[in-house]
C-alpha cells in the first residue's frame, strides 16, 4: 500500500511538469505568433496607434477632390487613410477609375470592403490594412489625403520620391509646408489643395539651340520652382523656370522655353519674343550632377 500511493504521487510530480512544460511552450508559441520579424504585431484585442483619428470627408468635398484631380477611367486612385473607404469607391462608382484604400485600423478596412460591395464596385478597389509610410504608392497616378499637417511634411519626401512626375495630390485640409499648391478650392468651409508631383530638373544640362551655341546651365530646384545660372555668373539666375509634372516653361530677359523632360533630356522650342524666330532647343543632363528634390 505504501508503495502504491508513492508510485501515485511520483506520477502525479511527472504529470504537474509536463502540464508546466507544455504551458510554457504555448506560451512561447502565443508570443511568437504575434512577433513578425522582431517588430511586435497588433493583437486582436489592441487597438492599433493612428496617425490621425477617423474624421470621414463629406460626400460633397470628395466630389470635387476627385474634379480638381480631374480623375478619369485611365487613374488608379489611392487614398491614404480611407476610413470608410468611400473616395475611392466614389471614385470607382462615378468616374470608372481604380482605387485603393490604405488604412491602419482594421475597424475601417472591413467596413470598407463592405462598401465596396454594397457600391458594386469590388472588382474595381481594393483595401490594405497597412501603415501608409511603409505602402508601395508607386503605381499611383492620383493620391488623396486628409491628414494632419505633421503628417502631410512626414509624408512629403516619400510623395516626392515615390510618384511618377505628373500624378495628382489632392489634400484635404491641410498643405504640405514650403511645396507651394498648383490649385486650392474652398468647399464646404474647407479648403483642398492640388499638387502635381514635378520632375527632377536639378543639376548640370548642356543646352543646344540657344543663341545658336552649347550653354552649360546648372539648374537647381525647390519642388516645381527651377532656377538656371551660368558657370561663374556669381549665381545669379539665368533662367526662372516653372514645372507641370515633366511639362517645363523657362524665361529670361530675351526669350522663352517650353518644352517636355524625359529622363536626362529636355526637347521644346524656344521663342524670342513677338518678332523673333522660334527655334528648337534640346538639353542634355549630366546624370552625375542630379540631386534629390525630396526632403
Not at 522660334?278 to 525630396?294: D, F, G, L, Y
Amino acid at each position: 500500500m505504501h508503495s502504491y500511493f508513492r508510485l501515485n504521487i511520483r506520477r502525479l510530480f511527472l504529470g504537474g511538469i509536463v502540464t508546466i512544460l507544455l504551458m510554457v511552450v504555448a506560451c512561447y508559441v502565443l508570443w511568437d505568433r504575434n512577433t513578425v520579424f522582431g517588430t511586435e504585431a497588433v493583437s486582436v484585442n489592441q487597438k492599433p496607434k493612428l496617425d490621425v483619428p477617423y474624421e470621414p470627408t463629406s460626400y460633397g468635398i470628395a466630389k470635387v477632390m476627385l474634379a480638381m484631380a480631374d480623375v478619369t477611367a485611365k487613374d488608379l486612385v489611392y487614398d491614404l487613410g480611407c476610413g470608410d473607404g468611400r473616395i475611392v469607391i466614389m471614385a470607382a462608382k462615378e468616374r470608372k477609375a481604380r482605387g485603393v484604400g490604405v488604412d491602419i485600423d482594421p475597424v475601417r478596412i472591413k467596413e470598407s470592403i463592405e462598401n465596396a460591395k454594397a457600391a458594386g464596385v469590388s472588382n474595381l478597389v481594393r483595401f490594405i490594412e497597412q501603415d501608409l509610410f511603409i505602402t508601395d504608392i508607386t503605381p499611383a497616378t492620383v493620391m488623396m489625403l486628409y491628414l494632419w499637417p505633421e503628417v502631410n511634411i512626414k509624408l512629403r519626401p516619400k510623395l516626392l520620391k515615390d510618384l511618377k512626375p505628373g500624378t495628382r495630390i489632392v489634400s484635404h485640409s491641410h498643405t504640405m509646408g514650403g511645396w507651394k499648391a498648383d490649385a486650392t478650392q474652398n468647399v464646404e468651409g474647407h479648403s483642398l489643395y492640388l499638387y502635381i508631383v514635378p520632375v527632377n530638373l536639378t543639376g548640370t544640362w548642356l543646352w543646344t539651340g540657344l543663341n545658336g551655341k552649347a550653354t552649360n546651365i546648372r539648374m537647381t530646384q525647390k519642388f516645381q520652382e527651377v532656377q538656371g545660372t551660368l558657370p561663374g555668373n556669381n549665381n545669379e539666375p539665368f533662367l526662372t523656370c516653372s514645372l507641370k509634372g515633366a511639362a517645363i516653361r523657362c524665361t529670361t530677359g530675351s526669350f522663352s522655353i517650353e518644352g517636355r523632360v524625359s529622363g536626362d533630356v529636355i526637347k521644346g522650342a524656344v521663342n524670342y519674343g513677338v518678332r523673333g524666330p522660334t527655334r528648337t532647343v534640346k538639353a542634355t543632363r549630366n546624370p552625375s550632377t542630379k540631386v534629390s528634390i525630396a526632403e
